[in-house]
Nanobody
Framework: QVQLVESGGGLVQAGGSLRLSCAHF????????MGWFRQAPGKEREFVAA??????FYSNSVKGRFTIARDNAKNTVILQMNSLKPEDTAVYYC????????????????????WGPGTQVTVSS
């Protein structure tokens, strides 16, 4: 049984940074794609970033500010978030799956079969 557990959310002022972690339990971590999605109040869940092997994909809204990386030795994926904005406020979810290595597939929630419970990120203005 695969399990994902996020950590690192919290409250930060605009312009600040946060580092989210997602621990992966239950199967061969290095062979699966890892993604981050987020859902703001009243909005649909949206793609943030994904990593497949060493290839990374980002949404346009976070490109240049967020960085996704994986530590295969620790079965963990990291989302480093810099220059945070109030519009980054959301619940952030970690997910894993095997989407094709295209931007469209990597950003499609239907391609991910296991999700974490989420962690709240709040950016104050």
């Amino acid at each position: 049984q695969v399990q994902l557990v996020e950590s690192g959310g919290g409250l930060v002022q605009a312009g600040g940074s946060l580092r989210l972690s997602c621990a992966h339990f239950g199967r061969a971590f290095s062979t699966y794609c890892m993604g981050w999605f987020r859902q703001a109040p009243g909005k649909e869940r949206e793609f943030v970033a994904a990593i497949r092997w060493e290839d990374t994909f980002y949404s346009n809204s976070v490109k240049g500010r967020f960085t996704i990386a994986r530590d295969n030795a620790k079965n963990t994926v990291i989302l480093q978030m810099n220059s945070l904005k109030p519009e980054d406020t959301a619940v952030y979810y970690c997910a894993t799956g095997q989407p094709l290595p295209t931007t469209q597939a990597m950003g499609d929630q239907r391609e991910y079969d296991t999700w974490g419970p989420g962690t709240q990120v709040t950016v104050s203005s």
